[in-house]
């Protein structure tokens, strides 16, 4: 049975580090990358993350079909890191206007992670630890990423909250 | 000795669904919901929430005086779910402007949970683990919300943390 | 060896509170505040920590220089408090521009930790746990914050989370 180690924590909490660091243990690497660089801030945050990466690395950028990227990943790929989930929310709500649509990719999703052809690391965010805001788009948001931090936990063998760059234990 | 038991966690974070799970170790069960349907939106996650209880649940709606609402429940009620502290801070908000009425409702409050005529059950939020918010009404909020949660976790027989959906033990 | 006490957690989550409770297994203590009194708010909010200090702090103000305050710190104080680093990391951003002056700051007092005068207790605040925030200030907040809280806390002998005002120990 391959791993599904889910991470989640707050923005600069060291969940990319310790991606990287539970993924050390393997040997050929993947990195699927879900943001895509709409403006300068986040090309120098992806070019960031990626020079922390190092080589050795097989990168995949997909904004929305992750559920095939992890599928179609090359059969000597002993693990992949999926980099992050709240990003993805982020790029189904900004492509689909229907909940439906939205919660039929994260089920095909559910359904690769329930038998993925390689060990995966899923890095998430916490996000509805502040104040609610104030408007709509964000409180959806918060719901959807919720949501597919609760299924893709559940799913996990392992899970960790980051915190101050230190990994806690959730299960 | 009655049980008290506190939980809390992000939006999303399955503090519901857990708090639907500890009172199923209970009989005859109440719900005591703090939150008022204004508008469409409110509506929708009310009744969300009510179909994910089920049946089996005699519903107080009290957005106000929940220590009245404690004290004054059946006799043969075994458990009641309180959800959520962090509505119920919001009402006091809205209904007051003195800090001292807002703390005396408290202070009621907290006399009810140490005796209370059956086991409880408490739902709250983390609220403050984002960026200072830009009005004072927000940080007032926070505030009076952390105040909340730190006592009536202090109370507590139980406390728990909700991440991802995975409870914490707190204490 | 020195104790070097890394706490963390939201606003309101009783940090503070646990900081002076660790203080007070130490005999002769300071408190070095970083928070400088703006407006009327902000004094409220020193005033009523001080007060819940109460005597036998000897205290410093300090918004920017705390690598210097703590190097300072008379011979006989066993134990400071540095309260706290989130407010710090808002004093650097308000007083410079550049992000190597703020990190050449923060690098000073990397260096200051290493072989403290005496045992340090350092407050900072989870910031990164809600929506990401429109504007980029507050997001290099949450970077130079988060940055200063994963270097503090890999430093640190000891680390806590307050959550609720319950403690959790992250290492």
């Given at each position: 049975m391959k791993n599904l180690i889910y991470l989640t924590g707050g923005a600069r909490s060291g969940k990319s580090s310790f991606a990287l660091q539970c993924a050390d243990t393997y040997d050929r690497k993947a990195f699927l990358a879900t943001?895509?660089?709409?403006?300068e801030e986040m090309q120098r945050r992806i070019l960031k993350h990626k020079e922390e990466r190092g080589d050795g690395y097989y990168t995949i950028e997909e904004p929305l079909h992750i559920d095939r990227a992890i599928s179609a990943m090359?059969?000597?790929?002993d693990v992949v890191i999926v980099d992050c989930l709240t990003v993805w929310a982020g790029n189904l709500m900004h492509a689909f206007d229907s909940d439906e649509v939205i919660m039929s990719y994260l089920e095909r999703f559910m359904t690769v992670l329930k038998e993925p052809p390689c060990n995966v690391i899923l890095v998430s965010n916490e996000?509805?630890?502040?104040?609610?805001?104030?408007?709509a788009m964000a409180r959806k948001f918060r719901d959807i990423t919720g949501i597919i931090n609760q299924k893709t936990a559940a799913a996990a063998t392992q899970a960790w909250l980051l915190c101050s760059g230190i990994p806690m234990r959730l299960k």
């Open positions: 943001a895509e660089a709409f403006d090359p059969g000597d790929i996000v509805g630890m502040g104040i609610v805001p104030d408007n």
